[in-house]
């Protein structure tokens, strides 16, 4: 017995590009001019069901900006699909992107979100700093990614939680400030010389324990205030409000409450 969906791999994200059966390649094409008139630090949603295809959506995203990032491996596997005149040309205008995906629900057993987030960032940052062969972004990525783990202290328990416990309120302030800095010297030397956008995808975060998923929305806003970065949720947000109403309550207003984590909503789209 085996399971019969497919995984995201890069082959099997380019065999649908290249056959677009769904024709889902216009719906990317679309996305791209969304991303093009974006200014400065950006948060959006790209809303819909479970088992509409989200994760494929954004991974071939993030697969597109990789292979016309000009700082990053070509697998010329994509070629005959950004050519002039062809539907996902427009994405050729946006070569200076460095995508990161993270997967929430692969991340949701740990107590906090911004190590493993940092991670994400910082092990796409060093392979862009291999590609370049330039070691010396690679010890900078792995000081600023160690200052961050830092701050969450040792065996699991994180200083800033100890901290707020009214221990050391000041040191609390301090130690954010320190994440504040650290989050952002970890974009300055993940980006490559010509990526001067962080377009961090966050894919599953309807499916995780509600106490991790609103400590990533609340992480994400307060840490990555950026005008380098943009960040693109992938949820089903009917969902994710029920999580949030969860959390914080019976008839807590949760779609609203979601509000406060993104500048636009893409719905889903119409059955073609």
């Given at each position: 017995m085996r399971r019969i969906d497919s995984a995201p791999t890069r082959d099997t994200l380019?065999?649908?590009?290249?056959?677009?059966?769904?024709?889902?390649?216009?719906?990317?094409a679309e996305f791209a001019g969304i991303l093009k008139s974006i200014e400065g630090?950006?948060?959006l949603f790209v809303d819909a069901d479970w088992g509409s295809g989200k994760t494929f959506f954004v991974r071939q995203v993030a697969c597109i900006l990789e292979e016309v990032n000009p700082f990053l491996?070509?697998?010329?596997?994509?070629?005959?699909?950004?050519?002039?005149?062809?539907e996902l040309a427009p994405y050729t205008e946006l070569n200076s992107f460095l995508p990161v995906y993270y997967n929430a629900w692969e991340n949701d057993h740990w107590d906090d979100p911004l190590p493993s987030i940092a991670a994400s960032i910082a092990l796409q940052g060093d392979a862009c700093a291999s590609f370049r062969s330039?070691?010396?972004a690679g010890e900078k990525i792995a000081g600023t990614l160690d200052a961050i783990l830092g701050v969450f202290g040792h065996g699991g328990a994180s200083s800033l939680r100890d901290a707020f416990s009214g221990r050391d309120l000041i040191q609390a302030y301090r130690d954010r400030e320190?994440?504040?800095?650290?989050?952002?010297?970890?974009?300055?030397?993940?980006?490559?010389?010509?990526?001067?956008?962080?377009?961090?995808?966050?894919d599953?975060?309807?499916r995780c324990r509600p106490s991790f998923a609103m400590k990533v929305l609340e992480q994400l806003k307060n840490l990555f205030a950026d005008d380098r970065v943009v960040i693109v949720y992938s949820v089903n947000a009917n969902?994710?409000?029920?999580?949030?109403?969860?959390?914080?309550?019976?008839?807590?207003?949760?779609?609203?409450?979601?509000?406060?984590?993104?500048?636009?909503?893409?719905?889903?789209?119409?059955s073609r």
């Open positions: 380019v065999k649908l590009l290249h056959n677009d059966a769904l024709g889902r390649n216009g719906d990317l630090g950006f948060s491996e070509s697998h010329g596997d994509l070629d005959g699909l950004l050519g002039n005149n062809c330039d070691t010396e320190t994440l504040r800095s650290s989050v952002s010297n970890l974009v300055d030397v993940a980006l490559p010389e010509k990526a001067n956008t962080l377009l961090l995808i966050v599953e975060l309807d969902q994710l409000s029920h999580v949030v109403e969860g959390t914080y309550g019976q008839g807590f207003d949760g779609r609203r409450y979601l509000s406060r984590f993104y500048d636009l909503t893409i719905p889903p789209k119409k």
